[in-house]
């Protein structure tokens, strides 16, 4: 699987991104698919995970109610939309696939909240 995220970049702090994932090689319909990031110097953190059937998804409380995971099988598409944007949101985003103990990430995409 491989996978390539798009959608990042500089934004004002109270605003709005929506970050994509799109995926070749092998259909996501059986894959867990998660959104990650990490800032600088920080360990990388799980931000959003959602289901191979899309009827479950998970938030830490750090980003819950602000961070929106969804998927659309028939394109191969995770999508992340992020609300209200503040500064410590400010990270690389990766995208995970993973079945099994199969694991796949993106390249990452930088996020800068700054004004």
């Known amino acids: 699987v491989q996978l390539v995220e798009s959608g990042g970049g500089l934004v004002q702090p109270g605003g709005s991104l929506s970050l994509s994932c799109a995926a070749s090689?092998?259909?996501?319909?059986?894959?867990?698919m998660s959104w990650y990031r990490q800032a600088p110097g920080k360990a990388r953190e799980l931000v959003a995970m959602?289901?191979?059937?899309?009827?479950?998804?998970y938030y830490p409380d750090s980003v819950k109610g602000r961070f929106a995971i969804s998927r659309d099988n028939a394109k191969n598409t995770v999508s992340l939309r992020i609300h209200s944007l503040n500064a410590e949101d400010t990270a690389v985003y990766y995208c995970?696939?993973?079945?099994?103990?199969?694991?796949?990430w993106g390249q990452g995409t930088q996020v800068t909240v700054s004004s």
């Open positions: 959602m289901s191979s059937a899309g009827d479950s998804t």
């Open positions: 995970q696939a993973r079945f099994g103990t199969d694991v796949y």
């Open positions: 090689g092998s259909p996501l319909n059986t894959y867990v």
